[in-house]
């Protein structure tokens, strides 16, 4: 199958496109600059353009390219920025989808479950309503960027996903540095919920949704086991054999992080993963300690 993957240079990007070309796909790659060879095409996502070839015979579209959203402070220009580089590609990639006339049959756009807002101690799946906050107005409209593939016929995905483990990259490759001189531990009380999927699980799962010609609309990417914050840094800690029990308080979080503190390390959502699950995906690794030994390895 040939498959178009945007932001195929970042940490989840990167990673499937390895794993679709290793069983033999054929992936071509948007990119921002003149493309340099036949596997890479240009697209303009904040001038609404894609090149057409790269779409022509392609049986999905993998949408994961958007600028950070907790690699910096939340300024008004940062917000401004996440905003309109997801709904902007979105759109794009969308009409585009709708204006081809051999286009792709599926369209796996990248979504966050920052839709659902803080959830406190509940569980919710993906019958749970919108939340509140910058992050749940964010995704409510990134997903409706999605729509002119659907009215044109294409099967469109949302794939919520949450915290990606990786020892490289993401927040935790962030954070081991700290972890492993033993100044890691819990964010603010530690009371919050973290809803979290390894890398391996994450490709595994962007793949079963192209695959799965039944699933369309929101899809939980997480694991199936959520834990706070307390227990998730504590787990790390025993990963690597260090102590994690330099907390943060919320407040340092605040200034340094401006609005994300609140809508991000100091949130609690509480998600599970039922329409994926339903859906016969079975995690490589559910629970967090098999989890982060697969993905620190061995010492």
Do not use: C
């Not at 051999?102 to 019958?127: C, H, L, N, Q």
């Not at 834990?227 to 260090?242: E, K, M, P, Q, S």
């Amino acid at each position: 199958m040939k498959v178009v993957v945007s932001g195929a240079g970042g940490l989840i990007g990167t990673a499937l496109v390895r794993a679709l070309r290793d069983d033999g796909h054929e992936v071509v790659r948007l990119v921002r600059r003149a493309a340099t060879g036949p596997d890479e095409a240009r697209w303009d996502p904040a001038g609404g353009t894609v090149d057409a070839e790269a779409l022509r015979g392609a049986g999905a579209v993998v949408h994961l390219a958007g600028a950070g959203v907790g690699d910096r402070p939340w300024t008004r220009a940062r917000k401004r920025l996440i905003r309109d580089s997801r709904i902007g590609g979105t759109r794009t990639l969308a009409e585009a989808i709708a204006g081809a006339g051999d286009g792709p049959r599926v369209f796996v756009s990248g979504s966050a479950i920052g839709y659902y807002g803080d959830t406190g101690g509940r569980a919710v799946d993906e019958s749970a309503p919108m939340g509140e906050g910058f992050l749940a107005e964010l995704v409510r409209d990134w997903e409706a960027a999605a729509r002119p593939a659907a009215e044109a016929g294409a099967r469109v995905v949302h794939s919520r996903t949450g915290i990606v483990l990786a020892a490289h990259g993401g927040i935790l490759g962030r954070v081991l540095p700290l972890f492993r001189m033993g100044l890691g531990g819990r964010l603010g009380d530690g009371r919050q919920w973290v809803s979290w999927i390894t890398l391996d699980d994450a490709v595994a799962a962007l793949r079963h949704l192209i695959d799965r010609e039944d699933l369309a609309g929101p899809v939980n990417v997480v694991a199936p086991e959520s834990v706070t914050n307390a227990a998730y840094t504590r787990a790390i800690g025993r990963a690597l054999h260090r102590p994690a029990v330099v907390p943060v308080p919320a407040v340092a979080l605040r200034a340094a992080l401006l609005g994300f503190a609140d809508e991000g390390p100091l949130i609690s959502q509480r998600i599970v993963p039922r329409r994926l699950e339903e859906s016969g995906f079975r995690h490589a690794h559910p629970d967090l300690e098999g989890a982060l030994a697969a993905v620190l390895g061995p010492r």
